[in-house]
């Protein structure tokens, strides 16, 4: 019953990661918020909104950073000629595996973007003028910039092909707007904006700039994100004023020496490129907070990267790295290290200097261990991730090491056992992944995690859940799907909190009445056991929103179902004994899904159950005491 199948934690890349949609970003990344090392959290893959930038001169943030800009289906249960799909045993997705049937949801409306600024401390949104229809509105644009004495002037998202040659109306714009447009090339003239401070330029089809760009000496932001360039434009380099420079989503190859000039800039996104390594000279820019060279090709990381010692947020993930220079561990104020999915077999000993670090991901690697003590020495540390590794056993460094972490993930190793006291200072642990591991046992002193709250023990090989398990008043959350369990603990009945149980896959042969006792419960899982009933105290789970129960030996249903008026989905798929269905069924009035394929169901009509669920309910409720209702 047991199916691991494992490959190499490197070989199987998860579509969630590959296309960016799992990099959430460290504040001042160019696609707005999350968390830079994260490996679930919000993606970044459709974040380009092209928001508006700051003004330069309000002084506030980084001085040039932009800022990141149900009706349920009427019928009650799915109709025959479109079952709902069950969950089976040779899905690739273990833990919970709610299939349910979409349903209509409030989309944006009109889809329209809004566009924010800054002033001051105060977001407000731009009244965009007009659409332009065609070219030649431009200059009307112009002109009326001109006679509002405006500043700022956006003309994102209005089918632009070309900008007028004559720029004399506006030479002073401080902030110029042109995202979402069809631009190829811009005119040498846009050098007369000599006041410009923030040029956005993203989503156009641009493949160079104009050398008269270097008369822009007071520009601070260019954006050039969703472009064509094959190069970063010789004229880039001679504007060191520049603070921010995004280049994110182009075609680059190749980062000039010249890099070294931009001395002011604090924030340079290359991420979505085809770089396969960084100059020497990107060492010189020691006032840069926020690098961004993720969804690269890079294969050795420059030396010189320890000379950026004012870098707090250093994204590197998913690149083609073996190793990490030893120079890293200068990157003192480094508090977010995006490394995940590289080729790396080990991470530098010096790595244990960044102790500002908040997260420390190295998911997708190749690596077996760590360097002992590094994670002790990161006390800053409140997320470790280790998943899809080579890990055979924790790292070595003690209890001390967790001290202060909140979520531990090691999920796709080959660790066989969680040793004993690892957890005994960890007093702020919440979250542990141990999924897809070889565990064989828990640690006798499980009963003191007490403040853990989600707990994934499942693809494991545990064939016992120990009593004290009880002890873990605040959890939340319990995975043990895919073990060798034959029996749960009564004492599960003391996790008062608990909203989902997944015991599927396992060799459960019945259910503690004491899970009546979970009265927050809102999903269980027992899917693919071997249970022939279900305890009446599962009518107590009076929270309950997903019921799992197909694949067993079900007979019967308990008639305490009826009671059970917050469940929305019930499957009772392959049930070879059942034959019968209690009318209480029919008193579950918010059911939405209700899967019965493959039960025999012998003692209701064969041409009511031919008719699938729906009618199978109706049949219930004319036949049953509850007709009237």
């Not at 090392?37 to 508006?52: E, F, I, K, R």
């Not at 002073?172 to 003239?189: A, D, G, M, Q, R």
């Not at 060191?240 to 924030?267: A, C, H, Q």
Request: aromatic share 4%.
């Amino acid at each position: 019953m047991m199916r691991r199948n494992k490959s190499s934690a490197h070989s199987e890349h998860p579509a969630d990661h590959r296309d960016g949609s799992g990099d959430g970003g460290c504040v001042g990344e160019d696609h707005g918020g999350g968390s830079c090392c994260s490996s679930g959290g919000g993606g970044d893959a459709n974040q380009d909104s092209h928001p508006a930038a700051s003004s330069p001169s309000s002084g506030g943030g980084r001085g040039g950073t932009l800022p990141p800009p149900m009706h349920k289906d009427s019928s009650l249960i799915q109709p025959a000629s479109h079952p709902p799909p069950a969950p089976t045993k040779d899905s690739n997705t273990k833990g919970m595996k709610e299939k349910k049937q979409s349903t209509n949801s409030l989309g944006s409306g009109d889809g329209a973007k809004s566009v924010y600024i800054v002033d001051g401390n105060k977001v407000k949104p731009t009244i965009k003028k007009k659409p332009i229809q065609a070219d030649r509105d431009v200059s009307k644009e112009f002109n009326r910039c001109k006679e509002d004495g405006a500043q700022r002037l956006d003309l994102s998202n209005s089918s632009i092909s070309q900008l007028p040659s004559s720029m004399n109306n506006v030479t002073h714009l401080v902030e110029f707007y042109l995202y979402s447009n069809k631009l190829v090339t811009l005119p040498p003239e846009i050098g007369r904006l000599v006041n410009l401070q923030t040029l956005g330029l993203s989503e156009n089809s641009l493949t160079s700039l104009p050398d008269t760009l270097v008369n822009l000496v007071q520009l601070k932001v260019l954006d050039l994100r969703h472009n064509k360039l094959t190069e970063i434009p010789d004229v880039v380099y001679k504007l060191p004023s520049l603070i921010t420079l995004f280049l994110r989503f182009n075609r680059i190859r190749v980062v000039g020496e010249e890099i070294r000039n931009l001395k002011n800039l604090i924030t340079l996104s290359l991420r979505e490129n085809r770089i396969r390594q960084l100059p020497n000279g990107i060492g010189e820019l020691t006032r840069l907070g926020t690098l961004d060279v993720a969804h690269n090709h890079l294969e050795v990381l420059t030396e010189e990267i320890g000379n950026c010692i004012s870098l707090q947020t250093l994204h590197l993930q998913h690149n083609e790295l073996v190793e990490l220079p030893q120079s890293i561990g200068n990157l003192r104020n480094l508090t977010c290290l995006g490394l995940r999915y590289n080729r790396l077999k080990s991470v530098p000993r010096s790595l244990s200097r960044c102790i500002n670090l908040d997260e420390f991901n190295v998911e997708g690697n190749q690596i077996s261990q760590l360097p002992d003590g590094l994670l002790s020495s990161l006390s800053n540390l409140s997320s470790l991730t280790l998943s899809r590794n080579s890990f055979n056993s924790y790292p070595i460094g003690g209890p001390s090491q967790f001290t202060n972490v909140h979520s531990i993930n090691l999920e796709h190793n080959q660790v066989d056992r969680i040793p004993y006291g690892i957890f005994s200072r960890a007093k702020h642990l919440t979250k542990l992944n141990m999924n897809y591991n070889f565990l064989t046992s828990l640690p006798l002193d499980i009963g003191s995690w007490m403040n853990m709250v989600e707990l994934n023990l499942g693809t494991n090989q545990l064939n016992k859940v120990p009593d004290d398990i009880s002890c873990l008043q605040n959890l939340e959350v319990l995975i043990l799907t895919n073990n060798c369990l034959r029996k749960i603990p009564s004492s599960i009945g003391n996790l008062r909190k608990l909203r989902v149980l997944d015991l599927e896959e396992n060799r459960l042969e019945g259910l503690p009445p004491e899970i009546g006792f979970l009265k927050d419960l809102q999903k269980l899982v027992v899917q693919s056991n071997q249970l022939s009933a279900l305890p009446r105290a599962l009518g107590n789970l009076i929270n309950l929103t997903y019921l799992s129960v197909g694949e067993n030996n079900l007979s019967y249903l308990p008639e305490e179902i009826g009671t059970l008026e917050s469940l929305e989905t019930l499957y009772l798929n392959e049930n070879p004994m059942l034959h019968n269905l209690p009318f209480e069924l029919a008193l579950c009035t918010n059911l939405q899904i209700m899967s019965i394929e493959n039960c025999p169901l012998s003692q209701i009509p064969p041409e009511i159950v031919a008719g699938g669920p729906s009618l199978v309910i109706q049949f219930l409720k004319m036949q049953g005491p509850y007709r009237t209702m």
